[in-house]
């Protein structure tokens, strides 16, 4: 079955240290692959998506992310953690050829000052 | 969230009433969806929409129904068939539906419905 992992329910991390919110697929074929950020009570903010290229795609708020086909992972990433980026982050995938987004099960980030 | 409006924000139903979650879109985008999304399950697609008067059931659409009849609108209505509605549930549009899988979905602020 065509799914996406987030192991981890949360990371913490202290401001000013990078930050890394893990992310691995399991579909076939090539993959489309987006990360969201979720405030409380609030919807989803889109941050990045990867489609072709460059493995390295960079997004909004400083974060980027890196593609790496033979992990089958897409992880975020920041140079340098906010207390404001502190939310919820999900991973999403779109496999190719279809029309709908298989969402993971979210990662709560928490940057502590 | 820009461009996609919900309402209510908080919905309260009694059990075996039928409600509906309004969703519309100044962003001019041919494609619609509706999640649910519950503790620790991430989103689950309900409904989806890539052009107006035709519409897909998701992965959950049982005692959920749907209407696409203008581009700006996707309504969803909470039937008494649904087992367990109370959850917050988002709407999203992307410019295209149909073969331009590369879109980007964007978020409405949901609509949190709470079965009294």
């Known amino acids: 079955a065509q799914s996406v992992a987030q192991p981890e329910d949360q990371v913490n991390v202290a401001e000013g240290n990078p930050l890394t919110v893990k992310c691995t697929y399991s579909?076939?074929?090539?993959?489309?692959l987006f990360w969201y950020v979720q405030y409380p009570n609030r919807g989803l903010q889109f941050l990045l998506k990867?489609?072709?290229?460059?493995?390295l795609v960079k997004g909004s708020y400083g974060f980027e992310a890196e593609f790496n086909k033979s992990q089958t992972s897409f992880h975020l990433k920041k140079p340098s953690a906010l207390v404001s980026d502190s939310a919820l982050y999900f991973c999403?995938?779109?496999?190719?050829?279809?029309?709908?987004?298989?969402f993971g099960t979210g990662t709560r980030l928490q940057v502590f000052p | 969230d820009g461009g996609i409006t919900q309402s209510p924000k908080y919905l309260f139903r009694k059990e075996g009433q039928n409600v509906t979650l309004s969703c519309e879109q100044n962003?001019?985008?041919?494609?619609m969806y509706w999640y649910r999304q519950d503790p620790g399950q991430g989103l689950r697609l309900i409904y989806y929409?890539?052009?107006?008067?035709?519409?897909q059931k998701g992965d959950i659409a049982e005692g959920y129904s749907v209407s696409r009849e203008k581009k700006e609108s996707f309504p969803l209505t909470v039937t008494s068939a649904q087992k367990n509605p109370t959850a917050f549930y988002l709407c999203?549009?992307?410019?295209?539906?149909?073969?331009?899988?590369?879109?980007?979905?964007?978020f409405g602020p949901g609509t949190r419905l709470t079965v009294l």
């Open positions: 929409s890539q052009i107006v008067n035709d519409f």
């Open positions: 579909v076939s074929g090539n993959p489309y």
């Open positions: 999403a995938v779109r496999p190719y050829n279809t029309d709908k987004l298989i």
């Open positions: 962003l001019n985008h041919d494609a």
């Open positions: 990867y489609i072709t290229g460059d493995n």
């Open positions: 999203a549009s992307s410019i295209e539906g149909g073969e331009t899988y590369t879109d980007t979905q964007y």
